[in-house]
């Protein structure tokens, strides 16, 4: 990017009556999350080694199949999200949309709950299209939602999942046991 195409998005800003910035995955990363692919992937270590994709671990299925399972990857991911602080640049955007007329909305992908703990960012200036850590609602979508309480995720009895690439595994499946070798 060349300085004078600097000077013309920073005019651009300048002169905005409102700010809207759209949100995915990659926003986290300065955080300290991972993303669900590329080349920071890395939202829960097990999966290479279970052979599972992200997308396909985030079904509501799982807590009907394997409710062990589920917990474990919903607990983690929890911890993860709602432990990390929102980066500089979340502050920096909502303080240049705060001084604009019609003011500051993100719409995110994310679930990470960031743009609310975010100063001066109320729940209504933000659109989380995939829902958000901090609720909850009943896998047979009832339509009833409530606060997620940090206080009984953080306390999940939950198994440890420490598997490595190429690590021999066992796990319990229907009919008896199972074992086998981790992705490498």
């Known amino acids: 990017m060349t300085n004078n195409e600097i000077r013309k998005a920073a005019r651009a800003i300048r002169e905005a009556h409102a700010m809207l910035v759209c949100t995915g995955a990659g926003m986290g990363v300065d955080s300290g ?32 199949e394997d409710p062990r399972l589920a917990w474990a990857f919903w607990h983690f991911r929890h911890q993860a999200y709602t432990q990390s602080a929102p980066h500089k640049g979340y502050d920096l955007l909502a303080k240049w949309g705060a001084r604009m007329s019609g003011g ?22 933000v659109y989380e299209c995939h829902g958000t850590l901090t609720y909850m609602q009943h896998v ?33 499946v229907r009919g008896g046991r199972a074992a086998g070798e981790g992705a490498g």
């Open 33 to 64: 999350l991972g993303t669900f692919r590329g080349r920071n992937a890395g939202v829960w270590p097990p999966l290479k080694a279970m052979q599972k994709d992200f997308s396909e671990m985030s079904n509501p299925r799982w807590f009907v």
């Open 104 to 125: 500051f909305f993100s719409v995110t992908s994310n679930i990470d709950g960031h743009w609310e703990r975010t100063p001066g960012v109320k729940p209504e200036q």
């Open 140 to 172: 047979e979508d009832t339509g009833a939602i409530w606060p997620t309480p940090d206080a009984d995720i953080s306390s999940l009895e939950v198994p440890e999942w420490n598997l490595a690439p190429g690590e021999r595994v066992e796990a319990q």
